[in-house]
Nanobody, 127 residues
């Protein structure tokens, strides 16, 4: 089994920055495609960013392009999401996810293709 644990969420002002981390534990000797999703009350979980298993290819939802950066440090078994120029609409619970079935070369963008999930971390952007 693989466990994912997010950290780094909090309250930040509009225009500010925040860096989320996702620590991977368990079967870390395997490589995984990884991603970040977010969810607000009453809405479906939304894809934010993904990074492929091999080559570190990245993909982003249009609303965060140029503001968010996903990265991974496999030596530390950690996934990151650096968020800048934050807007009120970025307020959500952010989840990291991992897939050992998909995303070898092309990042995974749909939630059903991820088979491991963290419990989420709240990000609140205030004006």
């Amino acid at each position: 089994q693989v466990q994912l644990a997010e950290s780094g969420g909090g309250l930040v002002q509009t225009g500010g920055s925040l860096k989320l981390s996702c620590a991977v534990s368990g079967r870390t000797h395997r490589s995984y495609a990884m991603g970040w999703f977010r969810q607000t009350p009453g809405k479906e979980r939304e894809f934010v960013a993904g990074i492929s298993w091999i080559g570190g290819r990245t993909v982003y939802v249009d609303s965060v392009k140029g503001r968010f950066t996903i990265s991974r440090d496999d030596a530390k078994d950690t996934l990151y999401l650096h968020m800048s120029s934050l807007k009120s609409e970025d307020t959500a619970v952010y989840f990291c996810a991992a897939s050992d079935q998909h995303g070898q070369v092309i990042p995974v963008t749909t939630s059903r293709e991820y088979n491991y999930w963290g419990q989420g971390t709240q990000v609140t952007v205030s004006s």
